[in-house]
């Protein structure tokens, strides 16, 4: 069993930052793709960012140039940089992760979310 455990979500004035973690523990053998999504208020789950093992990247377009995504493979974790905020980054944002289990099946696994508010 393997579980995601975000962290640093909150109420930031736009034109703020913030730096959201998330760590995965248990039954890992390697992580392929880690990713965040973000889900507005009647809106669906959209992809806001992406990293391999490798290192490679990927961000939604409205997010480009403000938003790094990061991992350090040592600890299983990735972050998620977000500066010079908006309202409309407001939202729950999720971590997911492509997980290789001890038993050398990938599965697929989600983080329980964490708020992230931008006020104007």
């Known amino acids: 069993q393997v579980q995601l455990v975000e962290s640093g979500g909150g109420l930031v004035q736009a034109g703020g930052s913030l730096r959201l973690s998330c760590a995965a523990s248990g039954s890992i053998f390697s992580i392929n793709v880690m990713e965040w999504y973000r889900q507005a208020p009647g809106a669906q789950r959209e992809l806001v960012a992406a990293?391999?093992?490798?290192?490679?990247?990927n961000y939604a377009d409205s997010v480009k140039g403000r938003f790094t995504i990061s991992r350090d493979n040592a600890k299983n974790t990735v972050y998620l940089q977000m500066n010079s905020l908006k309202p409309e980054d407001t939202g729950a944002y999720y971590c997911?992760?492509?997980?290789?289990?001890?038993?050398?099946?990938?599965?697929?696994?989600w983080g329980q979310g964490t708020q992230v508010t931008v006020s104007s």
């Open positions: 990293i391999t093992s490798g290192g490679s990247t």
């Open positions: 997911h992760a492509e997980v290789q289990t001890a038993t050398k099946y990938t599965y697929s696994y």
